[in-house]
């Protein structure tokens, strides 16, 4: 069963640069798609990036693109989420989130295994 742990929330201000980190164990990490996905009250949980299990191919929110870059180190287990100017509407709790059996998910439904979530705020 794998397992996601995200890190690297934070309160920062506006048009600062913040890095999200998500470690996986406990399953072979080369053959997930991962994705980063946000949430915020009362609205439902959104795609930011996602990484293809089997090539460099990614998919991003339209809403961060150019902004935000996801890459992933296989030798690590690990999935990251670089954030450059970062804007008050991007303040939600991150997700780091892992699928089995697809290749580049970009939605929530196909996938599997979810980390706790991180708090990421962005003030004005």
């Known amino acids: 069963q794998v397992q996601l742990v995200e890190s690297g929330g934070g309160l920062v201000q506006a048009g600062d640069s913040l890095r999200l980190s998500c470690a996986a164990s406990g399953g072979t990490f080369s053959r997930l798609a991962m994705g980063w996905f946000r949430q915020t009250p009362g609205k439902e949980r959104e795609l930011v990036a996602a990484?293809?299990?089997?090539?460099?191919?990614?998919s991003y929110a339209d809403s961060v693109k150019g902004r935000f870059t996801v890459s992933r180190d296989n030798g690590k287990n690990t999935l990251d989420l670089q954030m450059n100017s970062l804007k008050p509407e991007d303040t939600a709790v991150y997700y780091c989130a892992a699928s089995s059996r697809y290749n580049l998910p970009i939605v929530t439904r196909l996938y599997d295994t979810w980390g706790q979530g991180i708090q990421v705020t962005v003030s004005s």
């Open positions: 990484h293809s299990r089997i090539s460099s191919s990614t």
